[in-house]
């Protein structure tokens, strides 16, 4: 049965994304703090610098890195994950993840914008821009990943749209021990998913806490 999984970065203190994002920086300015441990792993040094040396931080953080990645079927992002208006006068402009980006999937774009033709790319992902319902979107989504799982990529407005509309089963949160007082909080509005979902946790070697949580009931309709 797919499953919809999320995993997400988050601060002590709650926010998930920050502030002072750019083209130059798209994902704010805090950002490398939230995903310092992540991007010392084996995991993402081989997925976003094609390095199968082996080189990188092993342990729970690598870990749940791996476990991240397997099973995907397709992806769902919103248009800041895509970098959809980092250059939006820019008719060639494909995206911030570079010719070959780490899905290799089909991939689902969330976006108010005018409709654009599907992008493929290099090592089997083709981008599909959709403006739809969360719910619209994930059932095709759900037709594409052919029995896999789907990945809701964020960023996190549309983490936030997901989860809000109960359609997440795991939602797995790397919370960086670091304190950050800014950006867009995760929970606000979440209260209560500890009801709907069994809640567990580990502590990594880095200090990064990797809270899981999984539907309680996996056949629960959405």
Not at 51 to 64: F, P
Not at 175 to 180: G, S, T
Request: aromatic share 10%; no cysteine; net charge negative.
């Amino acid at each position: 049965m797919t499953r919809v999984r999320m995993s997400l970065f988050t601060s002590l203190d709650g926010y998930a994304s920050t502030t002072g994002s750019s083209p130059e920086n798209p994902m704010g300015v805090d950002w490398e703090r939230l995903t310092e441990a992540y991007s010392k792993t084996r995991t993402f040094r081989r997925l976003v610098f094609d390095d199968t040396s082996g080189a990188g931080a092993g342990g729970l953080d690598d870990y749940y890195a791996a476990e991240n990645v397997k099973g995907i079927g397709s992806e769902i992002m919103g248009a800041a994950m895509f970098g959809l208006h980092s250059f939006p006068d820019d008719p060639d402009w494909k995206g911030w993840w570079g010719d070959e980006p780490p899905f290799g999937t089909p991939v689902y774009v969330l976006t108010h914008s005018v409709p654009r033709a599907p992008i493929t790319m290099a090592g089997g992902t083709t981008f599909h821009f959709r403006n739809a319902s969360a719910r619209d979107v994930l059932a095709e989504a759900t037709e594409a990943a052919h029995g896999l799982d789907v990945r809701i990529g964020g960023g996190i407005r549309t983490a936030r749209e997901f989860l809000r509309a109960g359609l997440v089963d795991q939602l797995h949160l790397m919370v960086a021990p670091i304190v950050l007082g800014r950006g867009t909080r995760l929970y606000d509005g979440l209260q209560g998913l500890e009801l709907t979902h069994n809640a567990t946790s580990q502590v990594a070697e880095s200090g990064t806490i990797h809270v899981t949580f999984t539907r309680k009931d996996a056949q629960q309709q959405r």
